[in-house]
């Protein structure tokens, strides 16, 4: 009975492995879209550009559905301390800020500089020590996390450095004010609030198009004109105040994440058949298969939606959580459990290092000539491995260091 209890108590895996495949996937997309298209031409290398993972720009909601999931728990988790009640929702939502600051900012710094090292030396090689110091101090917010909200270096530089690092600045801005909420009025917020924004931004965003982009920018009533494929970029022509769409899709997963936390809870309590548990592992089974085969290789003889691909995001999440259907059981088996774990404690760290290792593998790898053209394949493969291994090493010094926790 008590080996039966600590088996159930366990992290549920399967939203881990769901975190490290997106983020393995996003390193795929990165470097067989993004980073081809950019780097073509530059300094006599080229890479072919390729469709491999294209779908991942979407899935990365996943990652803001578990965050919003799991800051709910956290409040519920901490509404059980009488004292903890007893202090301002201002206090209580710094505090939880604080955590994650503490948890994500040395890796979000680490990213930085990794960009700024490496960048400068294989994107920008004829930087000198001035241009360096020049893009390092201009970037200054960027290393204190704000670039989702736009504080970010005006000579565009910086963005190609490392990025990617918009989302997480932007869940721990967006985080922020939602915790806030939950603990100022926590019936409004997930009752009323919650609902009601995620249904009509979502809606609005779905109407528009819009894809998540760190450079696009949304106006109350006006959506700017796409330039890049996602969305439209803010310029100074841009009157209308808004908000930059990074922030707009992490708000939106976040409040799903919320949501799906009341949902499943309620779901929990359910005493669900055998029919109904086959029904819900062949729900899974298939949402899973097709959001696997989105993100890997969209396909382009039976095109998903984006909003469609939104649904299975929230499906496969939403039936990780709730733990009944037999695939999930599957992945939480003893054996790997441990393994899936940990893969998924390093997933952010893959997201935040894997940009400008990316760049340094396109640089490195093979002739300096223009007639030369690599492979996806060629650079993804050791870009993974070197960022796991990377990340492996990070997490390990976050651990004794940062993030140790002290013995009772």
Same mark, same amino acid.
């Given at each position: 009975m008590e080996e039966k209890k600590a088996l159930t108590s366990k992290r549920n895996v399967a939203i881990e492995i769901w975190r490290f495949v997106i983020a393995i996937a996003i390193i795929g997309f990165h470097t067989g879209w993004i980073i081809a298209r950019s780097a073509n031409g530059t300094n006599g290398y080229w890479m072919e550009t390729s469709n491999w993972f294209f779908g991942s720009s979407e899935v990365l909601l996943i990652f803001t559905l578990t965050a919003g999931y799991f800051m709910v728990s956290h409040f519920k988790k901490r509404q059980k301390d009488p004292k903890y009640q007893e202090r301002s929702a201002s206090s209580r939502a710094w505090e939880y800020t604080a955590s994650r600051i503490k948890a994500l900012l040395p890796v979000l710094i680490i990213g930085y500089i990794l960009g700024v090292v490496i960048c400068t030396k294989y994107y920008y090689p004829t930087y000198n020590f001035r241009d360096i110091c020049d893009m390092v101090i201009n970037s200054a917010w960027e290393f204190l996390g704000f670039h989702a909200v736009g504080l970010r270096s005006t000579g565009g530089e910086f963005f190609n450095l490392n990025g990617p690092l918009w989302f997480i600045s932007a869940i721990v801005i967006v985080g922020y004010f939602l915790y806030w909420? &939950?603990?100022k009025n926590e019936e409004k917020t997930a009752g009323f609030w919650a609902p009601l924004i995620f249904i009509f931004l979502s809606g609005w965003w779905c109407f528009t198009n819009t894809r998540a982009a760190q450079t696009a920018w949304s106006t109350f009533g006006l959506q700017t004109a796409s330039t890049n494929g996602m969305g439209g970029s803010a310029t100074d022509a841009t009157?209308? $105040? !808004?908000f930059n769409n990074g922030l707009l899709f992490v708000l &939106? !997963?976040?409040? !799903? !994440? #919320? $949501? &799906?936390?009341y949902l499943i809870a309620k779901l929990k309590e359910h005493k669900f058949t055998k029919t109904g548990k086959v029904s819900l592992t062949v729900l899974n089974i298939i949402s899973s298969g097709l959001l696997l085969w989105y993100t890997i290789y969209q396909p382009t003889w039976f095109n998903l939606d984006r909003w469609t691909v939104s649904l299975l995001c929230i499906l496969v999440i939403a039936l990780a959580l709730l733990n009944r259907d037999g695939l999930t059981k599957a992945l939480n088996n003893k054996v790997t459990h441990g393994l899936f774990q940990y893969l998924g404690s390093i997933s952010l760290y893959v997201y935040m290092l894997h940009y400008p290792i990316a760049i340094l593998m396109l640089r490195v790898l093979g002739p300096n000539s223009a007639a030369t053209t690599y492979s996806f394949w060629k650079i993804f493969i050791p870009t993974v491995i070197i960022t796991i $291994?990377?990340? #492996?090493?990070?997490k390990l010094i976050m651990d004794e260091t940062i993030l140790k926790k002290k013995k009772a």
């Open positions: 909420n &939950l603990c009157a209308t $105040i !808004g &939106l !997963g976040l409040l !799903g !994440g #919320m $949501i &799906l936390y $291994i990377f990340s #492996m090493l990070v």
